[in-house]
């Protein structure tokens, strides 16, 4: 059993976060934190380095409190909601959890939704929490 959670560095990311460890602690389950990037210029060497740092800090934090944890960045040009399905069927996922974030109509045309398609195309529950 595991559940997966799609994390950045937001308060949205950190709400998903606490509530995936919740869930992984009530049904004894293995948690898999994904950052995922597309890469580019957007994402430099710094900020990369940035993110690992942040995601060792999160991962010696909960195997400390007893949490089973795996913790993959993912940077090779796919979308987060790509990475996060892929792995959750492949883990055999019983939940992702996502945070979502308020964007306008024209905000959600433009950039795409990848929480839709998470709720959409995921293998299994989704469990959608606000920052």
């Known amino acids: 059993m595991s559940i997966?959670?799609?994390?950045?560095?937001?308060?949205?990311?950190?709400?998903?976060?606490?509530?995936?460890?919740?869930?992984?602690?009530?049904?004894?389950?293995?948690?898999v934190v994904i950052n995922s990037n597309r890469g580019g210029r957007d994402f430099d060497g710094d900020q990369g380095a940035r993110s690992e740092e942040e995601l060792d800090r999160i991962k010696d934090s909960l195997e400390a409190e007893g949490v089973e944890v795996e913790v993959r960045q993912l940077v090779r040009g796919k979308e987060p909601a790509e990475d996060l399905i892929a792995i959750a069927d492949?883990?055999?996922?019983?939940?992702?959890?996502?945070?979502?974030?308020?964007?306008?109509?024209?905000?959600?045309?433009?950039?795409?939704?990848?929480?839709?398609?998470?709720?959409?195309?995921?293998?299994?529950?989704?469990?959608?929490?606000?920052?």
Do not use: F
């Open 4 to 31: 997966i959670v799609g994390y950045v560095p937001t308060k949205e990311g950190r709400a998903a976060l606490d509530r995936a460890v919740a869930e992984a602690r009530l049904r004894s389950a293995k948690l």
């Open 90 to 131: 492949e883990a055999d996922a019983d939940l992702i959890v996502i945070g979502l974030r308020r964007r306008t109509p024209v905000g959600k045309l433009i950039l795409g939704s990848n929480a839709q398609r998470i709720l959409l195309d995921a293998p299994c529950a989704v469990l959608a929490v606000k920052g």
